[in-house]
T-cell receptor
Framework: ETGVTQTPRHLVMGMTNKKSLKCEQH?????MYWYKQSAKKPLELMFV???????ENNSVPSRFSPECPNSSHLFLHLHTLQPEDSALYLC?????????????FGPGTRLTVT | KQEVTQIPAALSVPEGENLVLNCSFTDSAIYNLQWFRQDPGKGLTSLLLIQSSQREQTSGRLNASLDKSSGRSTLYIAASQPGDSATYLC???????????????FGKGTLLTVNP
């Protein structure tokens, strides 16, 4: 247990659906991250929030919409996804956005878009 | 643009063997390097973090080395066990004064199988 939880663990959705992924950290951290892990590709950073402010959007399509209501919670809202968006979505947190702090990862949500 | 390469992509060894996983990166201007373990369908567990000023870090049967000038790191696993079977990921954090040095650039990983 890393102190970072993600729900749901598995999600199957059609291309016209709207769903949300949830991440919660119990570590008192101030920075939270969304990563995408596709088969045979390195992990890709998607979004970063530091003290609830979005500091990074790594050219992510607008069908992915992040939300960070407080430092402990992070959401990823999904709508009109494509089959190529099927992947493992990982959430991470760190003390803040400084490079000296390790990132702690959640178990991920396995997303399948049909 | 930083690129991280891990060789081999997959490795199968008998139990008890010592082994080395390799990681190389193209830009030596790094803040630190981190090794992670990922079990199938699961998140990442941090194994070792090496600061750019360090040469190596050890934790139990694991030893990670860093040669920043040549852009290389190795993860040495002693006396491997079936429970070590997992994907091992290497990631580097840039030395960037522009405020984006929280970014981790990952390799694709090495899938390790330790056979009983």
């Amino acid at each position: 247990e890393t102190g970072v939880t993600q729900t749901p663990r598995h999600l199957v959705m059609g291309m016209t659906n709207k769903k949300s992924l949830k991440c919660e950290q119990h570590l008192g951290h101030n920075a939270m991250y969304w990563y995408k892990q596709s088969a045979k590709k390195p992990l890709e950073l998607m979004f970063v929030y530091n003290f609830k402010e979005q500091t990074e959007n790594n050219s992510v399509p607008s069908r992915f919409s992040p939300e960070c209501p407080n430092s402990s919670h992070l959401f990823l809202h999904l709508h009109t996804l494509q089959p190529e968006d099927s992947a493992l979505y990982l959430c991470a947190s760190s003390q803040d956005g400084g490079p000296q702090y390790e990132q702690y990862f959640g178990p991920g949500t396995r997303l399948t878009v049909t | 643009k930083q690129e991280v390469t891990q060789i081999p992509a997959a490795l199968s060894v008998p139990e008890g063997e010592n082994l080395v996983l390799n990681c190389s990166f193209t830009d030596s201007a790094i803040y630190n390097l981190q090794w992670f373990r990922q079990d199938p369908g699961k998140g990442l567990t941090s194994l070792l973090l090496i600061q750019s000023s360090q040469r190596e870090q050890t934790s139990g049967r694991l030893n990670a080395s860093l040669d920043k000038s040549s852009g290389r790191s190795t993860l040495y696993i002693a006396a491997s066990q079936p429970g070590d079977s997992a994907t091992y990921l290497c990631a580097v954090r840039p030395l960037d004064s522009g405020g984006s040095n929280y970014k981790l650039t990952f390799g694709k990983g090495t899938l390790l199988t330790v056979n009983p």
